[in-house]
């Protein structure tokens, strides 16, 4: 699988990795729905299997299970095999016996310490290869519906716990740092204080508002991998109105809008997206995640999957390369639907 250079870390990144998201299991707030550990566990060694050199999990996802399942698989392989592993700090429940509570964006030193020591624990290694704030640490609650006028809890300004990330890089406890869902203002804020090895934003053809971000990291040696380039599976071409009804109800899905009031635009995109595919003979997963991958400052994109067999649904993007002809069928599409902010191609 061709690589390309995290940043300035020295790190060479398959062009995707695997994201444990769905591999925190059903019972939290933000589950996928029912999730069996054996088939993650398969899917993970699969991956790697397949050329796939680095994992991307946190410790909020199944408040801890995806760490669990990862450090499991990966202590089964051959030490010569083992991916990268990434993960994230700063989502905290007050309680952790009420898991279906939003949890708090916490990024005090103490509590990114402790969040440190828990992730080195549960994925049995001896330090992280990249450590990312996983949002902004202002403490307020966060759900989909995020309301403004919740009163900040324990915020810490960045300045700050940009310097307990550094530090922690310093100490050899992570090798590189990066922060998650940061803005270019943030971006600017934190590289005063320390470098910003690499970001990680959400990016997507219906999902394009961090261009912005992509542009800052190309320009200051700082790597990029992208989540959710599939649109957490809507760009696969498998989702309709049926498809979406029949989710399981703890699936954060079933209620999100781009999943109900803007389905029928954004698979006017997903219908772009297919007729490139089938120009270049691969699967429409591996379209949209090629189509991330096409933008300057784009080191790798995080992708997903429950099974091994999915697996073969996104693996041909990391050596696809989409001609002007097929960014400007995405871009036209795009448009008409008017799917998203930002701009419509690189």
């Avoid at 898991?99 to 964006?105: I, L, N, V």
């Avoid at 940061?182 to 910003?196: C, N, S, Y």
């Avoid at 498998?238 to 699936?251: H, Y």
């Amino acid at each position: 699988m061709p690589t390309r250079p995290l940043g300035t870390t020295g790190m060479e990144l398959s062009a995707t990795g695997l994201g444990a998201w769905v591999m925190g299991g059903s019972d939290w707030e933000y589950a996928w729905g029912p999730q069996d550990d054996a088939d993650s566990i398969a899917t993970i060694h699969r991956a790697v299997e397949s050329g796939v050199n680095w994992i991307d999990t946190a410790a909020a996802y199944g408040l801890g299970h995806s760490e669990r399942i990862v450090g499991r698989a990966v202590a089964a392989l051959p030490e010569s095999d083992r991916p990268y592993l990434f993960t994230k700090a700063g989502l905290v429940w007050d309680d952790p016996r009420q898991r279906h509570t939003p949890p708090r964006k916490v990024m005090t030193a103490a509590s990114v310490r402790r969040e440190l020591e828990g992730s080195l624990l549960r994925l049995g290694v001896d330090h992280i290869d990249l450590y990312q704030v996983h949002w902004p640490g202002d403490g307020r609650l966060l759900a989909f519906g995020d309301d403004p006028g919740t009163e900040a809890v324990g915020a810490t300004l960045l300045e700050d716990y940009w310097q307990t990330m550094a530090d922690l890089r310093r100490e050899g406890k992570v090798r590189a740092i990066g922060l998650s869902n940061h803005g270019v203002d943030d971006l600017r804020r934190a590289e005063k204080v320390a470098h910003v090895d690499a970001i990680q934003p959400p990016f997507s053809a219906l999902a394009r508002q961090s261009a912005d971000e992509l542009a800052w990291a190309a320009g200051h040696g700082t790597g990029v991998i992208v989540y959710q380039p599939m649109h957490s599976g809507l760009l696969t071409g498998a989702f309709d109105a049926a498809r979406v009804a029949a989710l399981p109800e703890n699936d954060w899905r079933r209620g999100h809008p781009d999943f109900t009031a803007r389905l029928d635009d954004n698979l006017l995109v997903v219908d772009a997206l297919r007729q490139v595919a089938a120009r270049h003979g691969v699967p429409v997963a591996a379209a949209a995640v090629a189509w991330t991958l096409a933008w300057p400052g784009v080191t790798g994109a995080i992708v997903g999957a429950r099974r091994p067999a999915q697996i073969a649904g996104w693996l041909p993007a990391a050596a696809l390369t989409l001609t002007d002809a097929d960014l400007d069928e995405v871009a036209a599409a795009i448009v008409t639907a008017g799917a998203g902010s930002g701009p419509s191609r690189p």
